[in-house]
């Protein structure tokens, strides 16, 4: 069964500080691995995603995620974080063992990122 | 902005009644997602529509029904409506259902049973 863990509930940083969200994920096939960032009384935007290839992926405003398949590990990194980062980010996972039918997106439970100034 | 457009933002109504959320995907988009995101569960996979077929069916009660559209927008459609139903419902769509596409989001229906 597909599955998405991010053991933090809460990660504190402060402004100008590398940051650190992780993201621990178990499936039956090869992973499509997603990272959203939501603020408050929004939908979910689109940050960065691996599907394959290179293990650090590039995303939107200075984001990255690197991909590390031994440790089933997807963790969101940004090498300085802002006031303005601070939200509340999700990781999913889609499972390609089902060709890419399963059109759902199991998502974890979610990190809250304050950035403190 | 994300292009997925959903009305009506808010919605306030009493158990066992009957509502419909819409939502707009994103122009091109031809895959539309519903979501139920609540602090218990936090976010529910419910069901899929491609081109106006259903794809996937996750944890969505038998209370609810969705459709798509020809125009391709969709509807979920909420009936006996109870307290525990009171959550954000997202609408999300993707070019295709391939895996590898990401979804984008609508801002969400907030749904509040009295």
């Known amino acids: 069964a597909q599955s998405v863990a991010q053991p933090e509930d809460q990660v504190n940083v402060a402004e100008g500080n590398p940051l650190t969200v992780k993201c621990t994920y178990s499936?039956?096939?090869?992973?499509?691995l997603f990272w959203y960032v939501q603020y408050p009384n929004r939908g979910l935007q689109f940050l960065l995603k691996y599907i394959t290839g290179d293990n650090l992926v590039k995303g939107s405003y200075g984001f990255e995620a690197e991909f590390n398949k031994s440790q089933t590990s997807f963790h969101l990194k940004k090498p300085s974080a802002l006031v303005s980062d601070s939200a509340l980010y999700f990781c999913a996972v889609r499972d390609d063992y089902y060709g890419g039918s399963q059109g759902n997106l199991i998502f974890g439970k979610g990190t809250k990122l304050s950035v403190k100034p | 902005d994300s292009g997925v457009t959903q009305t009506p933002k808010h919605l306030i109504t009493a158990t066992g009644q009957r509502v419909t959320l819409r939502c707009s995907p994103r122009?091109?988009?031809?895959?539309v997602y519903w979501y139920q995101q609540s602090l218990d569960q936090g976010l529910q996979f419910l069901i899929q529509y491609y081109n106006g077929e259903e794809r996937a069916k996750g944890n969505i009660l038998e209370r609810f029904s969705a459709q798509q559209f020809p125009d391709l927008h969709s509807e979920l459609n909420l009936s006996s409506l109870e307290l525990g139903d009171s959550a954000l419902y997202f609408c999300?769509?993707?070019?295709?259902?391939?895996?590898?596409?990401?979804?984008?989001f609508g801002d969400g229906t907030r749904l509040s049973i009295l």
């Open positions: 122009s091109g988009d031809l895959s």
């Open positions: 999300a769509s993707s070019v295709s259902q391939g895996a590898h596409q990401p979804q984008h």
């Open positions: 499936v039956s096939g090869n992973p499509y």
